[in-house]
């Protein structure tokens, strides 16, 4: 039996196991040495001397074949019973998914190992969009952060904050589910929504669970880090802050609205964005994942509800900046009507250095360059239309622009990123510019 295991290159998939990077053979050649101790010292403690005899019988036969040919089969015959006998036995403790072939086992191995070694990546937002660009990103590295904003107010999540006096799960969950595996029937628990029942309607069992995990726990973040564990994610999700953070946000005619359901309902221009307490601390594990990140990505999503009110957490923008990885904002496809109604990509931009007190927290932004032909006229109705690439108006910025086909396809003329898209655009801009920089050094 074939099996392609990597670059095309067919090899035995018994031989696949032998592959660099599994971190198997190691384990092999421990497991062999303390087989042959324990033996030897069992034939000391019963006094069992049985190599005269097998040298004997080694003598006789070498009266008929070379003594090499003898050894080489000799050592040839042990290592198949030995390296059969560890696979069945790895495989039997191992779960049953993987336990119904050598095959899939080994595919886990190599997977695991090479994204295990994978960049470090932190992905800052909220949102349908954040949890987009994990399920793409996970396919590249198991070294993720997730940094979710905490400013909901609204459905599941508001509810719960307001009646329980938790940081809004509805976002947390989204994350932690799209780094598991989608297959998994714990997975489509954790997102099962209750369609009827008093006090249950319209909550997600996920919701509910972290709810009880951070009463039982003591805060949101070991509620997380136990809600992971059950679901084997790949990465770390992480809230930006654990205080009682609150949006509020100023528009230009200066009337200010608080809550971030009630922001888009204005359908007015916001000048700035605020948080209420003023100075919400980022939790510290944020902030060390982002000083040694080798890739940061912010957006896509609500940028004034979703990717900016993280920028608002003391020492976020700080840590963005003093950062030496590689820095990327994923522009949204279409305007958000009461949020970014006629904006451009550079409105966009903008948006995210002002509310960073002009820093430069990204190098590159990464856009959408199709649309279907059929684009659904219900966007034209709310009052959405395609973000405008302006050039003109983003060079003088000094921010490169990355240009890609980002958009799913399908029959209805949505628009939706595709999360393979996105996150192999992102990681190629990010190859790109490491070995740029390696060349120039």
């Not at 090499?68 to 049953?96: H, R």
């Not at 295990?116 to 969009?129: D, E, F, L, R, S």
């Not at 508001?158 to 994350?175: A, V």
């Not at 992971?228 to 200066?254: C, H, Q, W, Y």
Request: proline letters at 3%; aromatic letters at 6%.
């Amino acid at each position: 039996m074939i099996k392609r295991i990597r670059d095309n290159v067919k090899v035995s998939k018994d031989v696949g196991w032998l592959i660099p990077g599994l971190n198997v053979k190691r384990w092999l050649f421990l497991i062999f040495l303390g087989s042959a101790l324990m033996v030897l010292g069992l034939l000391i403690i019963f006094d069992i001397r049985p190599i005269y005899q097998i040298m004997e019988f080694i003598r006789k036969a070498a009266l008929v074949l070379p003594t090499e040919i003898i050894a080489i089969a000799i050592i040839f015959i042990g290592a198949i019973v030995f390296f059969n006998g560890w696979k069945k036995t790895t495989l039997s403790i191992m779960d049953m998914d993987s336990a119904k072939s050598g095959n899939s086992l080994l595919e886990k191995l190599y997977r695991r190992s090479k994204l295990n070694k994978g960049a470090k990546v932190v992905a800052i937002g909220g949102g349908t969009g954040l949890s987009m660009l994990l399920r793409g990103v996970k396919k590249y590295t198991n070294n993720i952060t997730a940094v979710v904003t905490v400013g909901d107010d609204g459905g599941s999540s508001g509810r719960l904050r307001e009646d329980m006096g938790i940081l809004p799960p509805g976002d947390i969950r989204n994350c932690i589910a799209a780094l598991a595996d989608d297959d998994d029937l714990i997975t489509e628990l954790f997102q099962y929504r209750f369609k009827k029942g008093e006090g249950l309607e319209g909550h997600s069992f996920g919701n509910l669970f972290l709810t009880a995990l951070c009463a039982i726990t003591g805060n949101m973040v070991k509620a997380v880090k136990e809600s992971s564990n059950v679901l084997n994610i790949r990465g770390v999700v992480l809230p930006a802050t654990l205080d009682d953070m609150k949006l509020a946000a100023e528009f230009e005619d200066g009337t200010i609205v608080k809550g971030e359901s009630n922001i888009p309902e204005e359908h007015k221009k916001i000048k700035r964005l605020f948080t209420e307490p003023e100075k919400c601390q980022a939790l510290p594990e944020v902030i060390e994942a982002i000083l040694q990140a080798d890739l940061i990505i912010l957006g896509p999503g609500s940028l004034f509800t979703s990717v900016i009110p993280n920028l608002l957490v003391s020492g976020i923008i700080e840590a963005i900046e003093a950062s030496h990885a590689k820095k990327i904002y994923v522009c949204n496809i279409m305007t958000q009507p009461g949020e970014t109604d006629n904006y451009s990509v550079a409105s966009h931009v903008n948006a995210l250095l002002n509310h960073a007190g002009g820093k430069k927290i990204i190098d590159a932004v990464l856009v959408n360059n199709s649309l279907p032909d059929n684009i659904s006229d219900g966007y034209a109705k709310n009052g959405s239309i395609p973000v405008r690439l302006d050039m003109e108006n983003i060079a003088p910025i000094g921010i490169e622009v990355v240009s890609q086909k980002l958009i799913q396809e399908n029959k209805q003329g949505l628009v939706r990123h595709s999360s393979n898209r996105v996150a192999r655009a992102v990681y190629y801009w990010y190859r790109k510019t490491v070995t740029k920089k390696t060349v120039i050094k």
